[in-house]
C-alpha cells in the first residue's frame, strides 16, 4: 500500500525542526513549522499550500522570509495557522519590508492568516498588490480542534503549554483508496492522472450510480468500477508535536490529538537525567517523548529537536525514547 502523505523532517535532529509533507502524486505539500528551510528545493517549497505554526520562538519561524520570497509575484492563496499573537507576529515581518513596486504585479498572490485560540480563531487576509495591508474585517469563528477540513483530508491542532501557546498538529486522511493496478490493466485501462479524478470522485461522495468517464476509453458506473479496482482501508495519521512542557494537562491533550497514529514526530530535546533543565525550558525529555508515545498507541515514533549539548549522542536519544516507548505502550 503507498501512502498518501510522505512526511519527512526538514532539516537533522540537532537543526531547526519541521515536518514537510508533500501529498504522493500531486503537486502539493504541507509544513509544519518554518525554522530554516534552505534545504528544501524551490520546487518543493512552491508545493506549499498550507503552513501550521506551533509557535513563533525563532528556530520554528526564521523560514517564513524564505518561503514569501518564493511565492511573490505568483498566482497563488497561501494559508497559513498560528497560536495567540501570530497575527501580529506575521505583520510585524511583513513591515520589515518596503512594498512600493508590488503593486504592478499581474499576479494575485494572497496570505490568508488564521490565528488560533482555545475556543476561537480569527482569520485576516492580505494581498500582495495592496502592500500586505489586511483587507476587509477580521472572520472569527469558533475553533473545536479542527483548522481545514476537505473531502479527502483534516487537519486538527491542540492549544498546549510551552510558557506561551503552543500548537501541536495532526493530518488525517478521510480513507485511504488503494489502487489494485493489476486490476485497472485487466479491465483494459492504463495507469494515469484519471485515477486522480476517481479518487476525487469517491472523496467527493458522488453518487456510486452516476456514470464515470475514463478519457477517450469507457464510461462506467462509479461504484462499479471502484469494487474492481480500488480497496478501501482506513486513512493515514501524521502528528507533530513540538515545544511542549511535561505537564498532567498537556499529556493528555497530546495523547488525545496524536492517539493511535501512524507516524508521530516529537521532540525529545533533553535525556531524562537532565529532566530539571527540560522542566525549566518547558520541553520534553526523550523519556517523557516517549512515553506519549506508547501511551497515544501510536504506530511509529521519530524523537528530534535534540538539544545541541548532546551533539554526537543522537542514537542515546534515540533509544531513549524507543525503550520509554516500548515499556509504556506494553502497559496498555
Ligand atoms: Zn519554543
Ligand atoms: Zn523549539
Sequence with gaps: MRPSFLPRLVNGPFDDPGLFIPFFLEKRAIIFDLGDIYSLSARDILKISHVFIS??????FIGFDRLLRFFLGREQHLYLYGPGGFLKNVEGKLAGYSWNLVKHYSNLFALNVTEVHPGHMTTRNYICQNRFMPVEADIRQPFDGLLLKEPALSVSAEVLDHSIPCLGFTIEERFHINIMKEHVTGLGLEIGPWLNEFKQALYNNIDPDS????????????GDLAKRIALITPGQKVSYIVDVAYSKSNEAKIIELVKNADHLFIEAVFLERDRDIAEKKCHLTAWQAGRIAGKAGVKQVTPFHFSPRYKGLKPLLEKETLDSYHRHISRR
Design 55 to 60: 509557535h513563533t520562538h525563532m528556530d520554528h
Design 211 to 222: 456514470e464515470f468517464e475514463v478519457k477517450y476509453k469507457k464510461r462506467f458506473i462509479l
